[in-house]
């Protein structure tokens, strides 16, 4: 079955970096593409932007512009997502999350499935 | 505060019919597809509802889309105590500066 599973919970302190792993199974993974999005404690989703793992093309949300780089290694099936420059307020859980169609019609907002989510907390 | 708007939140009693608003402009539901995504407690979001009212395979069909100008709705009928959870609309928003996927800020439902 399609199935992400992402890399465990962080702790990182103001103004350092972040990396995300998501490693995919269970379909071909240069034929979907993928997305993150994440969600502070008790708040709701914000998009982060997606990578095409076929060609490592990217597409960053406005706000995440600078901070974000999404990459891919097809050897091994995962996508990752780094953010930099961290801050209080990028304390969420990490959600990568399949676009459910297929990567010949384009990205959409239709995620299916999602990983189980990676907590990363900043604190000092 | 999110591009689209839901009401932060709704009930209803086991068998009820309730309904999720979430609400948009031209630049997002007007001229994209609207899907809708559950939460269940402490769990990832699940894809409920795609392409404004298409179900993915294994969703009941007690859950129902619709889309209206720049509104959609969710319906879930004959309520069950297992729909507690938060539900998220999420479109395409296109402006000046690119394409960006947007979120409603979310509706807790409650099942009384």
């Known amino acids: 079955q399609v199935q992400l599973v992402q890399s465990g919970a962080e702790v990182k302190k103001p103004g350092a970096s972040v990396k995300v792993s998501c490693k995919a199974s269970?379909?071909?993974?240069?034929?979907?593409?993928m997305h993150w999005v994440r969600q502070a404690p008790g708040q709701g989703l914000e998009w982060m932007g997606w990578?095409?793992?076929?060609?490592?093309?990217?597409n960053y949300a406005q706000k995440f512009q600078g901070r974000v780089t999404m990459t891919r290694d097809t050897s091994i099936s995962t996508a990752y997502m780094e953010l930099s420059r961290l801050r209080s307020d990028d304390t969420a859980v990490y959600y990568c999350?399949?676009?459910?169609?297929?990567?010949?019609?384009?990205?959409?907002?239709?995620?299916?499935?999602w990983g189980q989510g990676t907590l990363v907390t900043v604190s000092s | 505060q999110s591009v689209l708007t839901q009401p932060p939140s709704a009930s209803g009693t086991p068998g009820q019919r309730v309904t999720i608003s979430c609400s948009g402009s031209s630049s997002n539901i007007g001229s994209n597809t609207v899907n809708w995504y559950q939460q269940l407690p402490g769990t990832a979001p699940k894809l409920l509802i795609y392409s404004n009212n298409q179900r993915p395979s294994g969703v009941p069909d007690r859950f129902s889309g619709s889309k209206s100008g720049t509104s959609a709705s969710l319906a879930i009928s004959g309520l069950q105590s297992e729909d507690e959870a938060d539900y998220y609309c999420?479109?395409?928003?296109?402006?000046?500066?690119?394409?960006?996927?947007?979120f409603g800020g979310g509706t807790k439902l409650t099942v009384l």
């Open positions: 269970g379909y071909t993974f240069t034929g979907y593409y």
């Open positions: 999350a399949r676009d459910s169609r297929s990567a010949a019609a384009g990205p959409s907002p239709r995620f299916d499935p």
């Open positions: 999420a479109a395409w928003d296109d402006s000046l500066n690119g394409r960006d996927v947007v």
């Open positions: 990578i095409n793992p076929n060609s490592g093309g990217t």
